[in-house]
Nanobody
Framework: QVQLVESGGGLVQAGGSLSLSCAASGSIFSINAMGWYRQGPGKQRELVAGITSSGRTNYADSVKGRFTISRDNAKNTVYLQMNSLKPEDTAVYYC???????????????WGQGTQVTVSS
């Protein structure tokens, strides 16, 4: 069993900052990429930011320069620092980890339960 638990969401005014974290636990052999996705009201889930096990990052154009993804491999945790938040950043934010549970298993995606981020104007 693998669990990803997000924390850090909440309500913030436009221009403010929030920090999200996501800790993976359970039967984990190795974690490849980790990432943050979001799903706004009436919208499809979209990639916000991703980070490989070596630390290479990628961002959605809409958050470049405002959001920073990082990870602590020793703690199996990924973070998302969100600055200069805008009302259009309002969404449920999900973390995803691509990982193996044993040496022999294929890489599989695991998702957290999501955390709400609301940015008021």
């Amino acid at each position: 069993q693998v669990q990803l638990v997000e924390s850090g969401g909440g309500l913030v005014q436009a221009g403010g900052s929030l920090s999200l974290s996501c800790a993976a636990s359970g039967s984990i052999f190795s974690i490849n990429a980790m990432g943050w996705y979001r799903q706004g009201p009436g919208k499809q889930r979209e990639l916000v930011a991703g980070i490989t096990s070596s630390g290479r990052t990628n961002y959605a154009d809409s958050v470049k320069g405002r959001f920073t993804i990082s990870r602590d491999n020793a703690k199996n945790t990924v973070y998302l620092q969100m600055n200069s938040l805008k009302p259009e950043d309002t969404a449920v934010y999900y973390c995803k980890g691509t990982m193996r549970t044993t040496y022999y298993n294929s890489l599989l995606d695991y998702w957290g339960q999501g955390t709400q981020v609301t940015v008021s104007s």
